[in-house]
């Protein structure tokens, strides 16, 4: 065996092992968050090492409790879900809706100030949260929306557009500008170019983009908890867990149940549309 032949195939293996190393340090912590949940406290405190316990030990009593509303002595999980998939799913579509005809403008269209302007989208993430978030919670208590789902839903509108608007822009001017033009000299206007034309062709980034804004509302925590803190049935699952996790008498297993529950959408949604992002990627190119 050659010297070169020899690091090609050393290079190989260390390859896999580098990723079998990856993929462990990511899925273990998970797996044994979702072990953790299925177990009962009293056998995890027997064994709290146990990576693969037998079947007869597993119990969805924990994830009972942790859905049950409170008069029936559980955490509200269930609630909080819904306040949250309902806040999470109105930011991001909204967000769509904003975001993609901003990025298509600052990349087709010329205006003064338009790179100023982009800049400004960028210039949000340089200042901490905490900066933000005690003003606008200010002004959204004057206007009457400091303690709403509504209000909450708005202040995610103004997290979530300008990152969303820096990705879709990016994307935006890799599609050759001749696909408009050709467009335009057929008799299409701006708007027809954009709905028939711009967004299908950036539909895999589009998707990406909504399911980062829908993760960032999802998990949020700091404007959910100067919004919300003062109504209980408004809160959302990162106060709720917040709730788990500073109980004094609450067991690991709840805790890793409602881990699993706010975990368990953003899995389950990336999955959804995983594949078709993977299609959607080599789709659509310009024909002469």
Known sequence: MT??????????????????????????????????????IQ???????TLVPEIQQLTV??????VAPESEGGFGFARFMRNSAVVAT??????????????????????????????????????????????????????????SLVG?????IALTVPVSVHMLRSYLRGIPESIDEAA??????????????TVPLAMPTIISTALYSFMIAWNEFLFALLFLSAKPELWTVSLGLTRLADGQE??????????????????L??????????????AGAEKG
């Open 250 to 267: 609450v067991s690991r297993t709840i805790l890793m149940a409602g881990s699993v529950l706010i975990t368990a959408p953003i899995i």
């Open 184 to 197: 335009m000299i057929d008799g299409a206007t701006r708007w027809q170019i954009m709905r028939k034309i």
């Open 61 to 66: 009593e924990t994830y009972r409790q942790v």
């Open 3 to 40: 010297m070169i032949s020899f690091q090609t195939t050393l290079f190989r293996v260390l390859k896999w092992v580098f990723l079998a190393l990856l993929a462990l340090t990511v899925i273990f912590p998970f797996y044994y968050m979702v072990v953790m949940s299925f177990v009962p």
């Open 152 to 156: 909450l839903t708005i202040a995610y």
């Open 269 to 282: 949604l990336y999955g959804l549309v995983e594949r078709w992002l993977t299609e959607g990627l080599t």
């Open 43 to 49: 056998d995890l405190l027997r064994e709290p090492l």
């Open 90 to 147: 109105a930011a991001t579509l909204l967000t769509m809706v904003l975001a993609i005809p901003a990025s298509y403008a600052m990349t087709r269209m010329r205006f003064a100030g338009s790179k100023k302007i982009g800049a400004l989208f960028i210039a949000v993430y340089m200042f901490p949260q905490i900066i933000i978030a005690v003003p606008v919670f200010v002004g959204f208590q004057i206007l009457g929306l400091g303690t």
